[in-house]
């Protein structure tokens, strides 16, 4: 059996990968007590030293970063040219940016969210620990079984 073709990627390879796309998914978590619960949310974004930043309005997303700060981002492409899909892993401490210094910095980033709206909280994504991996995509055949392809009878 061939060994694992699966590729850790090194730090600075992570920070390029994120920098190569803006388009994450934000991993908080919601509710109190025994409603603990994690959403996720997509997310428009920019890396601003060795941190990432997104844009937000008032709602879930804000309310969860109060309450519970420690998040995850994950980011995720694939280059049709080698057929190598990766993804990156962002887990650290999310805090709106408020000061008046702060916002004039983050505001030249280009950070513009899809859905349209009031989008009037910048948050940073305070980095403690970035992974991520690289691998080839399997082709569908690999994970064909005797029943792959086969004639079956409709759910009654």
């Known amino acids: 059996m061939n060994a694992d073709p699966t590729m850790v990627l090194g730090?600075?390879?992570?920070?390029?990968?994120?920098?190569?796309?803006?388009?994450g998914c934000l991993a908080v978590?919601?509710?109190?007590?025994?409603d603990l619960h994690p959403e996720i949310f997509p997310?428009?974004?920019?890396?601003?030293?060795?941190s990432v930043v997104f844009r937000s309005g008032e709602g879930t997303k804000v309310e969860a970063i109060h309450e519970h700060p420690?998040?995850?981002?994950?980011?995720?492409?694939?280059?049709p040219?080698?057929?190598?899909?990766?993804s990156v892993v962002v887990?650290?401490?999310?805090?709106?940016?408020?000061?008046?210094?702060?916002?004039?910095?983050?505001?030249?980033l280009d950070v513009t969210p899809w859905q349209g709206g009031r989008k009037n909280r910048f948050v940073r994504i305070h980095t403690g620990e970035i992974t991520g991996l690289s691998f080839p995509v399997a082709e569908p055949a690999e994970w064909?079984?005797?029943?792959?392809?086969?004639?079956?009878?409709?759910?009654?």
């Open 81 to 86: 040219e080698t057929g190598t899909a990766w």
């Open 91 to 108: 887990k650290g401490t999310a805090k709106p940016i408020n000061r008046t210094d702060e916002l004039l910095d983050t505001i030249s």
């Open 144 to 156: 064909d079984t005797p029943l792959s392809g086969k004639l079956r009878a409709p759910r009654e």
């Open 70 to 79: 420690q998040v995850a981002f994950e980011v995720d492409g694939f280059d």
């Open 43 to 50: 997310v428009n974004y920019a890396v601003d030293h060795a």
């Open 29 to 34: 978590i919601v509710g109190d007590g025994a």
């Open 11 to 23: 730090v600075n390879e992570c920070w390029d990968r994120l920098r190569s796309t803006s388009i």
